[in-house]
């Protein structure tokens, strides 16, 4: 029996990263997988305006903190809602208001020094569990992610492999995702995607007996539904008109090898499983703003899925 908890899409949230890292004692998982989309959005300032007191805003909320305790909770909260915190002041924040790429640089060392420090965690915490962890970026992450992956002891960086579970499971991984209206780091039209896809597969012993870790879900299959954009933009008709954006190379692999299990993310409000022919696709969604680890957890035996059910916590 191989049993696998599945998340995505924690965009830097570090009490979901803890979280992940500790599911496979809590749930008795052998195999822990990260779908992608690991790295946070933007960098939270907290300004220091004189005395002991600073300003943060955090989710659109003014903050005026007094004193070093204040200070650290802050920046507490600001990692588990999936930021980045960083102290500064105001004649700082005039230069950076004036410079932008330096804004982008101390982004980018923010994303890779938080990196490091959650594989840090994942070693400690998994060495000697038996415990194995995959983890793929999507296609929010830069590519400057793949050689700190690279450097885990206890997590395995997964981009482009194919990986055994057991001696008659694989699972291949990818967090690319096709052309989004925002063209984020690891984007490829479908065509591309199929190629990519097609020499995955080409790898597997056998298709029918495997997991298809991939970031984006298939198109048309209810685990892509998001909200239709206007030209700038704007969520339609208030976020009421939902129309499919998955991948259509996706579909067309899982409907023509029929893997075992179809693992997806990049839609965080498509929480849910459905079936295309033999095959259970499931995308776990995203909380991770609340905190919050959506999964799920995939009994297999034999080659065949004996249980899953989707979690929160």
Sequence with gaps: MTTIFFTT???????????FINAGKFYQADVLVMGGDISGKAI???VHQGNQTYRAVLLEQTHLLHGEDEVQDMMRKIRSRGYYPYRTDMDEMEALRQQPERVHTLFKDAVLKTAEEWLAYADERL??????????????????????????KAVTFAEGAVVSLDDDLQMICSGYSNVTPWHSFREETDEQL????????????????????????PYGSGLDDAPELTADLRPKYAGNALVPVGSRSVRKVIEHYQPLLGLFGHIHECKATTRIGKTLCVNSGSMYE?????????????????????TTG
């Design 290 to 310: 609340q905190g919050v680890l959506c999964g799920a957890l995939i009994k297999i035996e034999r080659g065949k899925i004996k249980s899953h059910i989707l």
């Design 44 to 46: 939270v300032p907290i």
């Design 9 to 19: 899409d924690i965009h830097g949230s570090e009490i979901c990263w803890r979280k």
């Design 127 to 152: 060495n000697g569990s038996g415990i194995r962890c995959f983890v793929t970026p999507g296609n929010d992450d830069m590519f400057e992610l793949n050689d700190v992956l690279s450097t885990s």
């Design 194 to 217: 199929l190629i990519r896809y097609e020499t995955l597969i080409a790898k597997l012993s056998n298709p029918r007996k495997s997991v298809f870790a991939f970031h984006v879900p």
